[in-house]
Protein backbone atom coordinates (compact mmCIF):
# COMPACT_ATOMS: atom_id res chain seq x y z
CA UNK A 1 0.00 0.00 0.00
CA UNK A 2 2.54 2.29 1.10
CA UNK A 3 5.18 3.79 -1.65
CA UNK A 4 8.13 1.76 -0.46
CA UNK A 5 8.70 -0.85 3.10
CA UNK A 6 12.00 0.93 3.92
CA UNK A 7 12.70 3.99 5.78
CA UNK A 8 11.51 6.37 3.61
CA UNK A 9 7.97 6.07 2.31
CA UNK A 10 6.28 8.43 -0.27
CA UNK A 11 3.97 9.30 2.43
CA UNK A 12 6.59 10.75 4.60
CA UNK A 13 8.29 12.84 1.90
CA UNK A 14 4.43 14.00 0.89
CA UNK A 15 4.45 16.54 3.70
CA UNK A 16 6.60 18.72 1.82
CA UNK A 17 3.91 19.15 -1.03
CA UNK A 18 1.33 21.59 -0.92
CA UNK A 19 -1.21 23.46 -3.35
CA UNK A 20 0.43 27.20 -3.65
CA UNK A 21 -1.72 30.08 -2.56
CA UNK A 22 -3.16 32.20 -5.43
CA UNK A 23 -1.14 34.70 -6.54
CA UNK A 24 -2.99 38.08 -5.82
CA UNK A 25 -2.56 36.98 -1.95
CA UNK A 26 1.39 36.54 -2.77
CA UNK A 27 2.11 39.70 -4.13
CA UNK A 28 -0.86 41.82 -1.48
CA UNK A 29 2.03 40.01 1.56
CA UNK A 30 4.85 41.28 -0.99
CA UNK A 31 3.12 45.02 -1.24
CA UNK A 32 2.61 44.65 2.49
CA UNK A 33 5.61 43.87 3.94
CA UNK A 34 7.31 46.52 1.80
CA UNK A 35 4.77 48.97 3.23
CA UNK A 36 5.69 48.30 6.97
CA UNK A 37 9.64 48.41 6.44
CA UNK A 38 9.05 51.72 4.55
CA UNK A 39 7.18 52.93 8.03
CA UNK A 40 9.85 51.54 10.14
CA UNK A 41 12.52 53.21 7.73
CA UNK A 42 10.90 56.40 8.21
CA UNK A 43 9.98 56.08 12.18
CA UNK A 44 13.68 55.16 12.75
CA UNK A 45 15.28 58.73 10.53
CA UNK A 46 16.61 56.09 7.83
CA UNK A 47 18.15 58.63 4.94
CA UNK A 48 16.83 56.27 2.40
CA UNK A 49 13.11 56.93 1.97
CA UNK A 50 10.74 53.95 0.69
CA UNK A 51 13.82 51.61 1.56
CA UNK A 52 10.91 48.52 2.02
CA UNK A 53 8.82 49.18 -1.53
CA UNK A 54 12.48 49.99 -3.55
CA UNK A 55 14.26 47.25 -2.13
CA UNK A 56 12.18 44.47 -1.46
CA UNK A 57 8.92 45.07 -3.35
CA UNK A 58 10.19 46.04 -6.82
CA UNK A 59 12.76 42.99 -7.35
CA UNK A 60 9.84 40.89 -5.91
CA UNK A 61 7.24 42.49 -8.50
CA UNK A 62 9.79 41.92 -11.60
CA UNK A 63 10.99 37.93 -9.92
CA UNK A 64 7.09 37.43 -10.35
CA UNK A 65 6.58 39.17 -13.57
CA UNK A 66 9.77 37.67 -15.36
CA UNK A 67 10.12 34.56 -13.94
CA UNK A 68 7.20 32.86 -15.66
CA UNK A 69 7.69 34.10 -19.54
CA UNK A 70 11.54 32.95 -19.02
CA UNK A 71 10.97 29.79 -17.71
CA UNK A 72 8.25 29.37 -20.74
CA UNK A 73 10.91 30.24 -23.32
CA UNK A 74 13.24 28.07 -21.82
CA UNK A 75 11.13 25.07 -22.29
CA UNK A 76 10.13 24.60 -18.80
CA UNK A 77 7.02 25.24 -16.80
CA UNK A 78 5.76 27.41 -13.96
CA UNK A 79 2.32 28.95 -12.64
CA UNK A 80 2.18 32.42 -11.50
CA UNK A 81 1.05 30.89 -8.17
CA UNK A 82 4.07 29.10 -7.51
CA UNK A 83 6.17 32.14 -8.98
CA UNK A 84 4.53 34.17 -6.64
CA UNK A 85 4.88 32.43 -3.49
CA UNK A 86 8.80 31.85 -4.89
CA UNK A 87 9.29 35.41 -5.07
CA UNK A 88 6.85 35.52 -1.67
CA UNK A 89 9.77 33.27 0.21
CA UNK A 90 12.86 35.46 -1.28
CA UNK A 91 11.36 38.26 0.09
CA UNK A 92 11.31 37.10 3.36
CA UNK A 93 14.68 35.89 2.89
CA UNK A 94 16.17 38.87 1.59
CA UNK A 95 13.83 41.36 4.47
CA UNK A 96 15.28 38.62 7.38
CA UNK A 97 18.98 39.15 6.29
CA UNK A 98 18.95 42.49 5.29
CA UNK A 99 18.09 43.84 8.76
CA UNK A 100 19.99 41.35 10.70
CA UNK A 101 23.01 43.16 9.57
CA UNK A 102 21.44 46.27 10.30
CA UNK A 103 20.61 45.48 13.41
CA UNK A 104 24.31 45.12 14.16
CA UNK A 105 25.27 47.97 12.66
CA UNK A 106 23.68 50.29 10.12
CA UNK A 107 26.59 50.83 7.87
CA UNK A 108 26.91 46.81 7.30
CA UNK A 109 23.32 47.26 5.78
CA UNK A 110 24.69 47.27 1.95
CA UNK A 111 27.01 44.20 2.52
CA UNK A 112 24.05 41.83 4.63
CA UNK A 113 21.58 42.85 1.65
CA UNK A 114 24.47 41.88 -1.30
CA UNK A 115 24.71 38.86 1.26
CA UNK A 116 20.70 38.51 0.94
CA UNK A 117 20.52 38.50 -3.02
CA UNK A 118 23.47 36.20 -3.64
CA UNK A 119 21.73 34.13 -1.23
CA UNK A 120 18.37 34.66 -2.79
CA UNK A 121 19.82 33.65 -6.14
CA UNK A 122 20.92 30.25 -4.85
CA UNK A 123 17.78 29.70 -3.34
CA UNK A 124 15.59 30.47 -6.21
CA UNK A 125 18.19 27.99 -8.48
CA UNK A 126 17.43 25.30 -6.27
CA UNK A 127 13.32 25.89 -6.67
CA UNK A 128 13.41 26.43 -10.31
CA UNK A 129 15.28 23.39 -11.26
CA UNK A 130 12.96 21.47 -8.79
CA UNK A 131 9.63 22.35 -9.98
CA UNK A 132 10.18 23.71 -13.45
CA UNK A 133 13.34 22.47 -15.45
CA UNK A 134 16.46 20.46 -13.62
CA UNK A 135 19.28 21.65 -16.32
CA UNK A 136 20.78 24.20 -13.71
CA UNK A 137 21.96 25.84 -16.95
CA UNK A 138 18.26 27.00 -18.88
CA UNK A 139 17.18 28.23 -14.92
CA UNK A 140 20.22 30.74 -14.32
CA UNK A 141 18.64 33.48 -15.62
CA UNK A 142 15.25 33.02 -14.00
CA UNK A 143 16.47 32.54 -11.01
CA UNK A 144 18.23 35.79 -11.24
CA UNK A 145 15.74 38.39 -11.96
CA UNK A 146 14.67 38.65 -8.11
CA UNK A 147 18.90 39.24 -7.47
CA UNK A 148 19.62 41.38 -10.40
CA UNK A 149 16.92 43.62 -9.79
CA UNK A 150 18.20 44.35 -6.35
CA UNK A 151 21.48 44.65 -7.15
CA UNK A 152 20.68 47.23 -10.11
CA UNK A 153 18.40 49.51 -7.09
CA UNK A 154 21.59 49.21 -4.88
CA UNK A 155 23.67 50.44 -7.12
CA UNK A 156 21.52 53.93 -6.94
CA UNK A 157 21.15 53.99 -3.58
CA UNK A 158 24.14 52.68 -2.00
CA UNK A 159 28.04 53.33 -2.64
CA UNK A 160 29.86 52.95 -6.23
CA UNK A 161 31.17 49.61 -5.24
CA UNK A 162 28.27 47.92 -4.08
CA UNK A 163 26.91 46.86 -7.74
CA UNK A 164 30.20 45.04 -8.02
CA UNK A 165 30.53 43.15 -4.97
CA UNK A 166 26.48 42.41 -5.07
CA UNK A 167 27.44 40.61 -8.21
CA UNK A 168 30.47 38.71 -7.03
CA UNK A 169 28.64 37.53 -3.66
CA UNK A 170 25.54 36.39 -6.10
CA UNK A 171 28.01 34.20 -8.28
CA UNK A 172 29.40 32.82 -4.87
CA UNK A 173 25.97 31.65 -3.22
CA UNK A 174 25.10 30.65 -7.03
CA UNK A 175 28.01 28.13 -7.16
CA UNK A 176 27.88 26.77 -4.18
CA UNK A 177 24.29 26.34 -4.72
CA UNK A 178 25.19 23.96 -7.75
CA UNK A 179 27.95 22.68 -5.87
CA UNK A 180 25.72 21.37 -3.18
CA UNK A 181 23.08 19.67 -6.07
CA UNK A 182 25.50 17.87 -7.45
CA UNK A 183 26.65 16.64 -4.22
CA UNK A 184 23.21 15.21 -3.22
CA UNK A 185 22.35 14.17 -6.81
CA UNK A 186 25.46 12.04 -7.02
CA UNK A 187 24.27 9.00 -5.06
CA UNK A 188 21.15 8.85 -6.72
CA UNK A 189 22.55 9.28 -10.14
CA UNK A 190 25.83 6.51 -9.38
CA UNK A 191 23.53 3.94 -8.19
CA UNK A 192 20.18 4.16 -10.41
CA UNK A 193 21.21 6.81 -13.04
CA UNK A 194 18.13 9.14 -12.36
CA UNK A 195 19.09 12.80 -11.62
CA UNK A 196 16.80 13.54 -8.56
CA UNK A 197 15.65 16.93 -9.90
CA UNK A 198 14.61 15.85 -13.02
CA UNK A 199 12.51 13.14 -11.23
CA UNK A 200 11.03 15.86 -9.22
CA UNK A 201 10.63 17.59 -12.34
CA UNK A 202 8.29 14.66 -13.48
CA UNK A 203 7.08 13.61 -10.20
CA UNK A 204 5.24 17.34 -10.16
CA UNK A 205 4.73 17.48 -13.64
CA UNK A 206 2.27 14.10 -13.47
CA UNK A 207 0.44 16.07 -10.59
CA UNK A 208 -0.39 19.12 -12.33
CA UNK A 209 -0.62 17.53 -15.49
CA UNK A 210 -1.20 14.18 -15.75
CA UNK A 211 2.18 13.21 -17.12
CA UNK A 212 3.55 9.91 -17.24
CA UNK A 213 7.14 10.81 -17.72
CA UNK A 214 7.51 9.29 -14.83
CA UNK A 215 7.58 5.69 -16.25
CA UNK A 216 10.50 6.74 -18.15
CA UNK A 217 12.41 6.53 -15.02
CA UNK A 218 10.59 3.21 -14.03
CA UNK A 219 11.92 1.41 -16.99
CA UNK A 220 15.27 2.46 -16.75
CA UNK A 221 15.93 0.77 -13.00
CA UNK A 222 13.20 -2.20 -13.90
CA UNK A 223 13.94 -5.94 -14.65
CA UNK A 224 11.84 -8.40 -16.68
CA UNK A 225 9.75 -10.85 -14.27
CA UNK A 226 7.69 -14.23 -15.49
CA UNK A 227 4.41 -14.06 -12.99
CA UNK A 228 1.77 -16.71 -13.39
CA UNK A 229 -1.59 -15.29 -12.75
CA UNK A 230 -4.83 -17.30 -12.34
CA UNK A 231 -8.35 -16.50 -13.78
CA UNK A 232 -11.38 -17.58 -13.02
CA UNK A 233 -14.13 -16.87 -15.95
CA UNK A 234 -18.07 -17.21 -15.20
CA UNK A 235 -19.98 -17.82 -18.23
CA UNK A 236 -23.77 -17.13 -17.44
CA UNK A 237 -26.79 -19.07 -20.11
CA UNK A 238 -27.74 -15.43 -20.82
CA UNK A 239 -26.00 -11.94 -20.03
CA UNK A 240 -22.64 -10.64 -19.06
CA UNK A 241 -20.01 -13.35 -17.79
CA UNK A 242 -17.71 -12.13 -14.90
CA UNK A 243 -13.85 -12.24 -15.23
CA UNK A 244 -12.46 -13.08 -11.84
CA UNK A 245 -8.17 -12.14 -12.14
CA UNK A 246 -5.91 -12.96 -9.72
CA UNK A 247 -2.81 -11.17 -11.07
CA UNK A 248 0.46 -11.73 -9.23
CA UNK A 249 1.73 -7.67 -10.15
CA UNK A 250 1.33 -5.11 -8.07
CA UNK A 251 -1.11 -2.25 -8.98
CA UNK A 252 1.09 0.83 -8.32
CA UNK A 253 3.29 2.76 -7.56
CA UNK A 254 1.00 6.43 -7.84
CA UNK A 255 -1.76 7.34 -9.78
CA UNK A 256 -2.02 6.48 -13.21
CA UNK A 257 1.49 5.79 -13.31
CA UNK A 258 2.65 1.95 -14.06
CA UNK A 259 0.23 0.10 -12.96
CA UNK A 260 -1.95 2.02 -10.75
CA UNK A 261 -4.99 2.32 -12.53
CA UNK A 262 -5.00 -1.57 -13.52
CA UNK A 263 -8.81 -3.14 -12.89
CA UNK A 264 -10.06 0.34 -15.25
CA UNK A 265 -7.38 -0.84 -18.12
CA UNK A 266 -8.05 -4.47 -17.70
CA UNK A 267 -11.80 -3.57 -17.71
CA UNK A 268 -11.44 -1.42 -20.93
CA UNK A 269 -10.07 -4.93 -22.18
CA UNK A 270 -12.86 -7.27 -21.93
CA UNK A 271 -16.76 -7.20 -22.10
CA UNK A 272 -17.17 -9.28 -19.07
CA UNK A 273 -17.72 -7.62 -16.03
CA UNK A 274 -13.89 -7.65 -14.93
CA UNK A 275 -12.84 -7.98 -11.19
CA UNK A 276 -9.21 -7.40 -10.48
CA UNK A 277 -8.63 -8.92 -7.26
CA UNK A 278 -5.20 -8.82 -5.30
CA UNK A 279 -3.25 -11.40 -5.62
CA UNK A 280 0.61 -12.00 -3.81
CA UNK A 281 3.15 -8.93 -5.17
CA UNK A 282 4.75 -5.91 -3.49
CA UNK A 283 5.82 -2.92 -4.70
CA UNK A 284 8.91 -4.47 -6.13
CA UNK A 285 5.97 -6.00 -8.32
CA UNK A 286 4.84 -2.66 -9.66
CA UNK A 287 4.79 -2.21 -13.42
CA UNK A 288 7.46 0.42 -14.56
CA UNK A 289 4.57 1.70 -17.51
CA UNK A 290 0.97 1.42 -18.01
CA UNK A 291 1.72 -0.40 -21.39
CA UNK A 292 3.19 -3.46 -19.64
CA UNK A 293 -0.55 -4.35 -18.92
CA UNK A 294 -0.85 -5.37 -22.45
CA UNK A 295 1.35 -8.37 -21.35
CA UNK A 296 -1.04 -8.93 -18.45
CA UNK A 297 -3.81 -9.49 -21.54
CA UNK A 298 -2.11 -11.15 -23.82
CA UNK A 299 -2.00 -13.91 -21.23
CA UNK A 300 -5.30 -14.06 -20.41
CA UNK A 301 -6.45 -14.17 -24.05
CA UNK A 302 -3.91 -17.25 -24.79
CA UNK A 303 -5.49 -19.24 -22.35
CA UNK A 304 -8.99 -18.48 -23.43
CA UNK A 305 -8.50 -21.40 -25.92
CA UNK A 306 -7.43 -23.74 -23.36
CA UNK A 307 -10.58 -23.23 -21.08
CA UNK A 308 -13.00 -26.24 -20.08
CA UNK A 309 -16.11 -24.57 -18.29
CA UNK A 310 -17.84 -26.98 -15.59
CA UNK A 311 -21.53 -26.05 -14.23
CA UNK A 312 -20.17 -27.91 -10.88
CA UNK A 313 -19.35 -25.43 -7.38
CA UNK A 314 -18.83 -26.23 -3.73
CA UNK A 315 -20.15 -24.49 -0.87
CA UNK A 316 -18.10 -21.81 0.45
CA UNK A 317 -16.62 -22.68 4.01
CA UNK A 318 -14.49 -20.55 6.24
CA UNK A 319 -11.49 -21.17 8.02
CA UNK A 320 -9.15 -19.46 10.90
CA UNK A 321 -5.61 -20.55 12.00
CA UNK A 322 -3.86 -17.67 13.93
CA UNK A 323 -4.91 -14.39 12.57
CA UNK A 324 -5.60 -15.24 8.86
CA UNK A 325 -9.26 -16.06 8.26
CA UNK A 326 -9.70 -17.93 4.61
CA UNK A 327 -12.93 -18.26 2.57
CA UNK A 328 -12.43 -20.99 -0.12
CA UNK A 329 -15.10 -22.37 -2.98
CA UNK A 330 -14.35 -25.02 -5.72
CA UNK A 331 -15.15 -24.33 -9.26
CA UNK A 332 -14.41 -27.90 -10.63
CA UNK A 333 -10.69 -28.12 -10.89
CA UNK A 334 -10.57 -24.48 -9.67
CA UNK A 335 -10.14 -23.73 -5.73
CA UNK A 336 -10.39 -19.69 -5.19
CA UNK A 337 -9.11 -18.93 -1.29
CA UNK A 338 -9.84 -15.30 -0.29
CA UNK A 339 -7.64 -14.37 3.17
CA UNK A 340 -7.66 -11.57 5.36
CA UNK A 341 -6.04 -10.95 9.04
CA UNK A 342 -8.55 -8.46 9.85
CA UNK A 343 -8.88 -6.88 12.41
CA UNK A 344 -5.49 -7.03 12.18
CA UNK A 345 -3.08 -5.35 9.80
CA UNK A 346 -4.00 -7.14 6.22
CA UNK A 347 -0.93 -5.96 3.74
CA UNK A 348 1.16 -6.98 0.42
CA UNK A 349 2.09 -10.30 0.62
CA UNK A 350 5.59 -11.50 -0.95
CA UNK A 351 5.15 -13.39 -3.93
CA UNK A 352 7.40 -16.11 -2.35
CA UNK A 353 4.01 -17.08 -0.20
CA UNK A 354 2.37 -17.03 -2.81
CA UNK A 355 4.11 -19.39 -4.33
CA UNK A 356 4.34 -21.73 -1.97
CA UNK A 357 0.64 -21.63 -1.60
CA UNK A 358 -0.10 -22.41 -5.00
CA UNK A 359 2.85 -25.32 -5.31
CA UNK A 360 1.07 -27.13 -1.96
CA UNK A 361 -2.55 -26.55 -3.87
CA UNK A 362 -1.82 -28.15 -7.35
CA UNK A 363 -0.96 -31.48 -5.82
CA UNK A 364 -5.26 -31.57 -5.10
CA UNK A 365 -6.22 -28.49 -7.65
CA UNK A 366 -4.61 -27.25 -11.66
CA UNK A 367 -5.36 -23.83 -10.62
CA UNK A 368 -4.98 -21.70 -7.24
CA UNK A 369 -6.72 -18.56 -6.92
CA UNK A 370 -4.83 -17.24 -3.75
CA UNK A 371 -6.56 -13.80 -3.59
CA UNK A 372 -5.31 -11.42 -0.88
CA UNK A 373 -8.03 -9.34 0.00
CA UNK A 374 -6.17 -6.61 1.22
CA UNK A 375 -9.00 -4.98 3.73
CA UNK A 376 -7.96 -3.86 6.80
CA UNK A 377 -5.50 -0.89 6.98
CA UNK A 378 -4.33 -0.44 10.64
CA UNK A 379 -1.75 2.71 9.72
CA UNK A 380 1.72 0.73 9.76
CA UNK A 381 2.51 -0.12 6.05
CA UNK A 382 4.60 -3.53 5.82
CA UNK A 383 5.17 -6.55 3.69
CA UNK A 384 4.04 -10.11 4.59
CA UNK A 385 7.81 -11.92 4.16
CA UNK A 386 8.73 -15.82 3.69
CA UNK A 387 9.55 -17.12 7.41
CA UNK A 388 7.56 -14.94 9.23
CA UNK A 389 4.63 -16.00 11.53
CA UNK A 390 1.93 -14.19 9.85
CA UNK A 391 3.59 -15.87 6.50
CA UNK A 392 3.36 -19.25 8.29
CA UNK A 393 -0.38 -18.56 9.41
CA UNK A 394 -1.29 -17.19 5.82
CA UNK A 395 0.21 -20.86 4.57
CA UNK A 396 -1.44 -22.87 7.15
CA UNK A 397 -4.56 -21.23 6.66
CA UNK A 398 -4.64 -21.96 2.91
CA UNK A 399 -3.08 -25.75 3.29
CA UNK A 400 -5.87 -26.57 5.50
CA UNK A 401 -8.61 -24.71 2.74
CA UNK A 402 -6.75 -27.25 -0.55
CA UNK A 403 -7.05 -30.33 1.74
CA UNK A 404 -10.59 -29.68 2.89
CA UNK A 405 -11.52 -28.48 -0.77
CA UNK A 406 -10.39 -31.62 -2.56
CA UNK A 407 -13.17 -33.40 -0.70
CA UNK A 408 -16.04 -30.91 -0.83
CA UNK A 409 -19.29 -32.00 -2.86
CA UNK A 410 -20.23 -29.99 -5.82
CA UNK A 411 -23.31 -29.10 -6.96
CA UNK A 412 -24.99 -27.10 -10.17
CA UNK A 413 -24.75 -23.07 -9.18
CA UNK A 414 -26.16 -19.92 -10.35
CA UNK A 415 -24.23 -16.63 -10.43
CA UNK A 416 -25.04 -12.91 -10.80
CA UNK A 417 -22.73 -10.17 -10.76
CA UNK A 418 -23.13 -6.22 -10.30
CA UNK A 419 -21.38 -2.98 -10.41
CA UNK A 420 -22.28 0.34 -8.47
CA UNK A 421 -20.26 3.02 -8.93
CA UNK A 422 -20.99 5.75 -6.01
CA UNK A 423 -20.29 9.34 -6.16
CA UNK A 424 -17.02 9.29 -4.62
CA UNK A 425 -13.86 9.94 -6.00
CA UNK A 426 -10.20 9.07 -6.38
CA UNK A 427 -9.12 11.82 -3.31
CA UNK A 428 -11.78 9.75 -1.12
CA UNK A 429 -10.47 6.30 -1.82
CA UNK A 430 -12.50 5.40 -4.43
CA UNK A 431 -10.77 3.92 -8.10
CA UNK A 432 -12.95 4.13 -11.42
CA UNK A 433 -14.29 0.32 -11.04
CA UNK A 434 -16.45 1.42 -7.83
CA UNK A 435 -18.07 -1.54 -6.10
CA UNK A 436 -18.19 -5.31 -7.75
CA UNK A 437 -19.98 -7.56 -6.74
CA UNK A 438 -20.10 -11.56 -7.83
CA UNK A 439 -22.58 -14.18 -6.03
CA UNK A 440 -22.27 -17.56 -6.73
CA UNK A 441 -24.94 -19.63 -5.28
CA UNK A 442 -24.51 -23.66 -4.39
CA UNK A 443 -25.79 -26.35 -2.64
CA UNK A 444 -28.28 -23.52 -1.34
CA UNK A 445 -26.27 -21.28 0.12
CA UNK A 446 -25.27 -17.37 -1.20
CA UNK A 447 -21.24 -16.79 -1.07
CA UNK A 448 -21.06 -12.24 -2.05
CA UNK A 449 -17.43 -11.27 -3.12
CA UNK A 450 -17.46 -7.78 -2.80
CA UNK A 451 -14.55 -5.87 -4.47
CA UNK A 452 -13.82 -2.62 -4.13
CA UNK A 453 -11.69 -0.74 -6.28
CA UNK A 454 -9.47 1.36 -3.64
CA UNK A 455 -6.29 0.92 -1.41
CA UNK A 456 -6.93 -1.21 1.22
CA UNK A 457 -10.07 -0.85 3.90
CA UNK A 458 -9.59 1.46 7.35
CA UNK A 459 -9.51 -0.65 9.96
CA UNK A 460 -13.01 -1.35 11.69
CA UNK A 461 -14.88 -0.40 7.93
CA UNK A 462 -14.54 -4.05 6.52
CA UNK A 463 -16.57 -5.65 9.66
CA UNK A 464 -19.44 -2.73 9.32
CA UNK A 465 -19.49 -3.35 5.48
CA UNK A 466 -19.64 -7.29 6.11
CA UNK A 467 -22.02 -7.26 8.33
CA UNK A 468 -24.28 -5.59 6.38
CA UNK A 469 -23.85 -7.72 3.31
CA UNK A 470 -23.98 -10.65 5.41
CA UNK A 471 -28.12 -9.28 6.00
CA UNK A 472 -28.69 -10.69 2.34
CA UNK A 473 -26.88 -13.59 1.99
CA UNK A 474 -25.00 -16.50 4.03
CA UNK A 475 -21.21 -15.88 3.54
CA UNK A 476 -19.12 -12.72 2.31
CA UNK A 477 -15.80 -11.30 2.20
CA UNK A 478 -14.97 -7.68 1.24
CA UNK A 479 -11.59 -7.28 -0.79
CA UNK A 480 -9.64 -4.38 -2.41
CA UNK A 481 -7.77 -3.93 -5.74
CA UNK A 482 -5.15 -2.11 -3.92
CA UNK A 483 -5.40 0.40 -6.91
CA UNK A 484 -2.84 3.38 -6.35
CA UNK A 485 -5.16 5.40 -8.61
CA UNK A 486 -6.56 6.71 -5.46
CA UNK A 487 -3.06 7.59 -4.27
CA UNK A 488 -0.72 10.32 -5.60
CA UNK A 489 0.78 11.74 -2.62
CA UNK A 490 0.21 9.70 0.35
CA UNK A 491 -0.33 5.78 0.14
CA UNK A 492 -2.83 6.50 3.28
CA UNK A 493 -5.77 6.52 1.27
CA UNK A 494 -8.32 3.60 2.67
CA UNK A 495 -11.56 3.33 1.80
CA UNK A 496 -13.46 4.30 5.09
CA UNK A 497 -11.05 6.72 5.97
CA UNK A 498 -12.40 9.94 4.25
CA UNK A 499 -16.20 8.59 3.50
CA UNK A 500 -17.76 7.07 6.75
CA UNK A 501 -18.99 4.07 6.21
CA UNK A 502 -22.26 4.20 6.52
CA UNK A 503 -22.56 6.30 3.55
CA UNK A 504 -21.14 3.42 1.54
CA UNK A 505 -23.71 1.10 2.89
CA UNK A 506 -27.03 2.08 0.54
CA UNK A 507 -24.44 1.68 -2.81
CA UNK A 508 -23.29 -1.64 -1.17
CA UNK A 509 -26.27 -3.21 -0.42
CA UNK A 510 -27.37 -1.79 -3.92
CA UNK A 511 -24.66 -3.69 -5.35
CA UNK A 512 -25.38 -6.84 -3.77
CA UNK A 513 -29.42 -6.77 -4.49
CA UNK A 514 -29.06 -6.27 -8.25
CA UNK A 515 -25.77 -9.25 -8.29
CA UNK A 516 -28.99 -11.81 -6.67
CA UNK A 517 -31.55 -10.33 -8.43
CA UNK A 518 -29.16 -11.66 -11.38
CA UNK A 519 -28.23 -14.65 -10.42
CA UNK A 520 -28.70 -17.45 -13.50
CA UNK A 521 -27.47 -20.51 -14.26
CA UNK A 522 -23.91 -20.80 -15.45
CA UNK A 523 -20.41 -22.50 -15.58
CA UNK A 524 -16.89 -21.27 -14.90
CA UNK A 525 -13.81 -22.64 -15.99
CA UNK A 526 -10.37 -21.69 -14.04
CA UNK A 527 -7.22 -21.16 -15.66
CA UNK A 528 -3.21 -20.65 -15.01
CA UNK A 529 -1.13 -18.77 -17.18
CA UNK A 530 2.58 -16.98 -17.27
CA UNK A 531 2.19 -13.24 -17.54
CA UNK A 532 6.47 -13.44 -19.65
CA UNK A 533 8.44 -10.77 -19.45
CA UNK A 534 6.75 -7.96 -17.54
CA UNK A 535 9.15 -4.87 -16.57
CA UNK A 536 8.69 -4.00 -13.00
CA UNK A 537 10.49 -1.94 -10.10
CA UNK A 538 12.26 -4.90 -9.61
CA UNK A 539 13.38 -7.01 -6.51
CA UNK A 540 14.38 -4.84 -3.45
CA UNK A 541 14.65 -1.87 -6.02
CA UNK A 542 12.27 0.32 -4.06
CA UNK A 543 14.22 -0.65 -0.93
CA UNK A 544 17.72 0.18 -2.21
CA UNK A 545 16.43 3.64 -3.76
CA UNK A 546 14.61 4.28 -0.34
CA UNK A 547 17.75 3.44 1.53
CA UNK A 548 19.43 6.40 -0.92
CA UNK A 549 17.29 8.83 -0.48
CA UNK A 550 17.39 8.38 3.27
CA UNK A 551 21.21 8.88 3.74
CA UNK A 552 20.70 12.16 1.07
CA UNK A 553 18.16 13.12 3.29
CA UNK A 554 20.33 12.86 6.30
CA UNK A 555 23.79 15.17 4.40
CA UNK A 556 21.46 17.56 3.30
CA UNK A 557 21.25 19.61 7.35
CA UNK A 558 25.01 19.77 6.70
CA UNK A 559 25.93 19.69 3.89
CA UNK A 560 23.87 23.32 3.26
CA UNK A 561 25.07 24.69 6.32
CA UNK A 562 29.14 24.22 5.33
CA UNK A 563 28.43 25.69 1.72
CA UNK A 564 26.38 28.33 3.09
CA UNK A 565 29.45 29.01 5.29
CA UNK A 566 31.55 28.85 2.75
CA UNK A 567 29.77 31.11 0.53
CA UNK A 568 29.41 33.51 3.31
CA UNK A 569 33.36 33.74 4.49
CA UNK A 570 34.28 34.26 0.60
CA UNK A 571 31.78 37.02 0.57
CA UNK A 572 33.27 38.30 3.40
CA UNK A 573 36.83 38.39 2.10
CA UNK A 574 35.70 39.94 -1.34
CA UNK A 575 33.79 42.97 0.86
CA UNK A 576 36.88 43.62 2.36
CA UNK A 577 38.80 43.95 -0.51
CA UNK A 578 36.60 45.62 -2.78
CA UNK A 579 35.45 48.30 -0.02
Same mark, same amino acid.
Given at each position: ????????????????? @?????????????? /????????????????? %??????? @????????????????????????? =??????????????????????????????????????? /? @???? !??????????????????????????? +??????? *??????????????????????????????? %???????????? *????????????? $???????? $??????????????????????????????????????? +????????????????????????????????????????????????????????????????????????? &?????????????????????????????????????????????????????? !???????????????????? $????????????????????? @???????? +??? $??????????? /???? =?????? %????? *???? =? +??????????????????????????????????????????????????????????????? %?????????????????? &? !????????????????????????? /?
Amino acid at each position: MGFVSGDVKIERLSRFF @FVAPSWPVSLAIII /ILGIVIDGASLRSGQHI %RFFGSLC @FTLPALAGFLITKPLVRLLSGQITL =NRSALLSLACTVFLIIISLAGMVVSIPLLPFSYAIALGF /I @FGIR !LVVLAAIADYRLIRMTLPAFVQSGVGI +LIGMVLF *TPPFGLFATLSTIVFGIGFVLLIWALDRPLY %RAFHIHGLNFLN *TFLAHITDGSKTM $EDFFHEIG $EEVYVPQVNLLFRPENGRGVLFIVPNIHPGPLGEIGGGN +LPNYLQSSFSELVMVSHGTATHDFNLVAEDEIEKIIRAIRKAESALVFSDKASRSHRYQYGSVSVLYQVFNDT &ILIVSTRSPEKTEDIDLGVGMAIMAEGHRAFPHVAFVDAHNCFTGDISTVQPGT !LSALEYHSAALHAIEEGMRL $EQSRFRFGSAQVIPPFSRKEG @FGDQGLEV +LVI $EAGEQKTAYVL /IDGN =NVQAGV %RDILR *TSVL =N +LVEEAEIMTTDSHVVNVLSGKNPVGYHVDPELILPYLDQAVKEAINNLSWGEAAGSTTLCERV %RVFGSQRMVQMASTVNAM &I !LFIPPLSAAVLLLAFLLSLMLYMII /I
